[in-house]
């Protein structure tokens, strides 16, 4: 019977080490892996009762606890191999480790590339401009403040200031019943940063194609 019990609560145990959980808090994606440089890193660890400890090791990182289950990562160096790992305390092994990968935060761009040529129905189906960061994981949010979108013809230019991110309704009809217009710039670009202050970012060229 004793025998059982010892077998019994070494099952319960593992069984719980096993479902031990690394979730980075901060990506868009939690099932990727990536730490960032110049940012905090926020880590939470699921399914493991105190005591326990938590290291990282790799990218020059360090860890601070801020909750019972959730800890600040910040690293320094780019690397394939900082991994953080979990110890539960007297268990004398380590539960479980994730490895993750350490990058910088490029810059941010606009969704639509400057000098690219565009279709008309592609800007009808998309009538918005976007600010954001490609192939960065970590969640940072830039909102379009405002803009300037000017029409370029042959004679004359059409210009419309734009409030937001989202084409205005006099922009949109101008590009469906225009078909004149063969160069269109999105100038005084205004955007909010994550840290809730607004910059200029630059100004984007399309050419207009049917």
Avoid at 100 to 109: E, P
């Amino acid at each position: 019977m004793r025998t059982i019990l010892l077998l019994l609560t070494s099952f319960i145990l593992n069984s719980s080490f096993a479902q031990v959980h690394i979730y980075p808090e901060r990506l868009t994606d939690s099932t990727q892996s990536y730490l960032y440089i110049g940012v905090d890193n926020p880590i939470r660890i699921s399914g493991i009762k105190e005591p326990y400890s938590v290291s990282i090791s790799g990218g020059e990182g360090t860890l601070t606890k801020i909750e019972k289950d959730r800890f600040m990562a910040r690293v320094s160096s780019i690397t394939d191999h900082a991994i953080i790992s979990v110890v539960k305390h007297g268990a004398g092994k380590i539960n479980t480790s994730r490895e993750f990968k350490v990058r910088t935060i490029g810059q941010a761009t606009s969704n639509w590339i400057s000098g690219n040529k565009i279709k008309r129905d592609t800007l009808l189906k998309n009538p918005f401009l976007t600010v954001n960061i490609p192939d960065c994981y970590y969640q940072l949010d830039f909102q379009v403040v405002s803009f300037v979108a000017t029409i370029d013809h042959c004679d004359s230019i059409l210009s419309f200031p734009i409030t937001g991110g989202q084409f205005n309704a006099a922009f949109i009809r101008h590009l469906k019943e225009d078909k004149t217009g063969t160069l269109l710039t999105f100038d005084n670009i205004r955007v909010q940063g994550p840290d809730g202050r607004a910059f200029k970012f630059p100004g984007v060229v399309l050419y207009l194609s049917e």
